[in-house]
């Protein structure tokens, strides 16, 4: 068996995955590489959100009997959960959404009806990224048709890296938002927060940072990030789907409008008017994700008994050593950074002629589950001329066994046709 060092435990830390001893295809041994699509979710998990419907569940911040009561504490339990893993300054600027599309179009929404200084029009400019997830796309190419603003974007570089060569004339000072992935979830690459942050800020636009493929991997801090919005999602964080987080500065949420409404985030209401309830709750209108949120706060929990530092040295690890294997399979081509260095789990590929569908399908039948198509990340591959890659991602249950079964997986695809 290959050792690696810096390698969790995971012969311990798999038992508490009950799926990961599911066999499929007539017994073969599930080899789960699909972890940046949705990771799986542990005992703990599991035992939480049981617990929560057996025992509390109720509607929250509304009744005064005990279910209620206990079912808010719970919820908001789960909010100072959320605040502490992202370093957040205040618990109130932890916004529960259903997932990261939602928190990043609920930002676009807020912008389109803000009044000054923060409003988006035809005055103004947008500027994303060319190797952005269709959630960081989309909402704001929305936003750009409903006011008229100027859509740009930074393009890549050969070898999937973001293209910052002329970050002065794609930042302007017409530039109200940038938003951007910290990490790509199609090439794997880790963006250079930093330099994009400061370049923004001498303009004076707001940044918001899509770190869906960050907050699962590696300790994530809003506050050394500086940015003023930061989304990720609860179910590739061992939590179940349904839940969202949108982080934003307090000053911000404060004078930005709500993009839905109904009950809960209101203040007073009138057949005239209606006042709004104070951040976090403006932006949480109706019925919230309750189990959902209890879900990833056990979930929080989890990450935070294994320690974020150790699973990304885990993560950095395997990595390493997958791309280290894949680079020995004839006609691979990695799509992205061609070293582990400045890349996250995730490493998306072609084989020869091979369709990548087809590649995906072979796999299975050993077992191997792995992503193919655009990743939602089509521009990705109309830059890099592509119809679309394999893409194997990993989390801190992966094991080097399982690398080396998707390189012999490999091995079986180019036999296979021929």
């Avoid at 400061?198 to 990030?225: K, T, Y």
């Avoid at 911000?252 to 203040?267: S, T, V």
């Avoid at 879900?295 to 150790?310: H, P, W």
Wanted: net charge negative; proline share 5%; with cysteine.
């Amino acid at each position: 068996m290959t050792q690696l060092p810096g390698l969790l435990d995971t012969e311990a830390i798999r038992k508490d995955f009950p799926i990961l001893d599911r066999q499929v295809h007539d017994g073969r041994k599930l080899v789960y590489l699909d972890n940046a699509a949705t990771s799986q979710k542990p005992r703990q998990v599991l035992d939480a959100l049981s617990e929560y419907y057996e025992r509390y569940n109720a509607n929250v911040h509304r009744g005064v009997h005990v279910l209620a009561e206990e079912a808010t504490a719970l919820y908001e339990g789960a909010r100072d959960k959320v605040a502490e893993f992202i370093n957040a300054p205040s618990r109130d600027e932890v916004i529960f959404t259903k997932n990261a599309s939602e928190s990043l179009n609920l930002v676009a929404n807020m912008l389109g009806w803000a009044d000054e200084p923060y409003r988006v029009d035809r005055e103004t400019e947008i500027v994303i990224t060319e190797m952005e997830h269709h959630s960081n796309i989309v909402p704001w190419q929305l936003l750009a048709q409903r006011t008229g603003a100027k859509l740009k974007w930074f393009g890549l570089t050969d070898d999937g890296r973001l293209d910052l060569s002329n970050i002065d004339e794609v930042i302007t000072e017409k530039t109200k938002i940038v938003s951007f992935v910290l990490v790509s979830n199609i090439l794997g690459t880790v963006n250079p927060v930093e330099a994009i942050v400061r370049r923004a800020q001498e303009v004076g636009a707001l940044v918001c940072i899509d770190a869906s493929q960050a907050a699962p991997h590696m300790p994530l801090d809003v506050q050394a990030l500086q940015a003023d919005f930061v989304a990720f999602t609860g179910h590739k964080m061992c939590g179940p789907t349904g839940i969202g987080v949108l982080w934003g500065r307090q000053e911000l949420l404060e004078d930005l409008p709500p993009f839905l409404g109904g009950g809960e985030m209101i203040e007073t209401v009138s057949m005239h008017s209606s006042t709004y309830a104070p951040a976090p709750h403006k932006f949480e209108a109706g019925t919230p994700p309750i189990a959902q949120a209890v879900g990833l706060g056990a979930a929080i929990d989890y990450l935070n008994s294994l320690g974020m530092d150790k699973i990304l040295a885990h993560e950095q690890a395997i990595t390493e050593y997958a791309v280290r294997r894949l680079t020995e399979v004839p006609d691979l081509r990695i799509i992205g950074p061609a070293t582990a260095e400045e890349r996250g789990a995730a490493i998306s590929f072609t084989l020869g002629d091979i369709h990548p569908h087809d590649v995906g399908q072979v796999l299975d039948e050993q077992g191997i589950a792995v992503r193919v198509g655009h990743h939602c990340a089509r521009p990705v591959c109309l830059r890099y001329g592509i119809p679309a890659t394999t893409r194997a991602s990993f989390y801190l249950y992966s094991t080097p066994a399982e690398i080396d079964a998707l390189v012999e997986g490999l091995e079986h695809v180019r036999n296979f046709f021929g």
